[in-house]
């Protein structure tokens, strides 16, 4: 049973960092990417951030680039996404999500679609205040 939990958000001000981790259970494919996604009240779901388990360029919204960094800890089995200089633009609740569809490991621009993910973790909220 595959199981994704994200901790590590909260409230914080305008140009404060902070940390998210993604714990991850019956992850077996080692050719899977996993990602980061966001949505803030009222708005739709927006790509975060991606990488692939084993390694590769990763991936990162116009919006976070430079700002934001995602990791992964093989050993542990935990993505992370470091946040810095956040701002009120950044509230949104936060989810981890793993997939492993064909057509987005041979293309990894995909992997900006959240379709192509198959699973997703419960999200966090993080929440910057002004």
């Known amino acids: 049973q595959v199981q994704l939990v994200e901790s590590g958000g909260g409230l914080v001000q305008d140009g404060d960092s902070l940390r998210l981790s993604c714990a991850t259970s019956?992850?077996?494919?080692?050719?899977?990417?996993m990602g980061w996604f966001r949505q803030a009240q009222g708005k739709e779901r927006e790509f975060v951030a991606a990488?692939?388990?084993?390694?590769?360029?990763?991936l990162y919204g116009d919006s976070v680039k430079g700002r934001f960094t995602i990791s992964r800890d093989n050993a542990k089995n935990i993505l992370y996404l470091q946040m810095n200089g956040l701002k009120p633009d950044d509230t949104a609740v936060y989810y981890c999500?793993?997939?492993?569809?064909?057509?987005?490991?041979?293309?990894?621009?995909?992997?900006?679609?959240?379709?192509?993910?198959?699973?997703w973790g419960q999200g966090t909220q993080v929440t910057v205040s002004l």
């Open positions: 019956g992850l077996t494919d080692s050719t899977l990417y």
């Open positions: 990488i692939t388990w084993i390694g590769g360029s990763p």
């Open positions: 999500a793993a997939g492993n569809q064909k057509a987005a490991q041979l293309i990894p621009l995909m992997q900006v679609r959240g379709e192509k993910y198959d699973y």
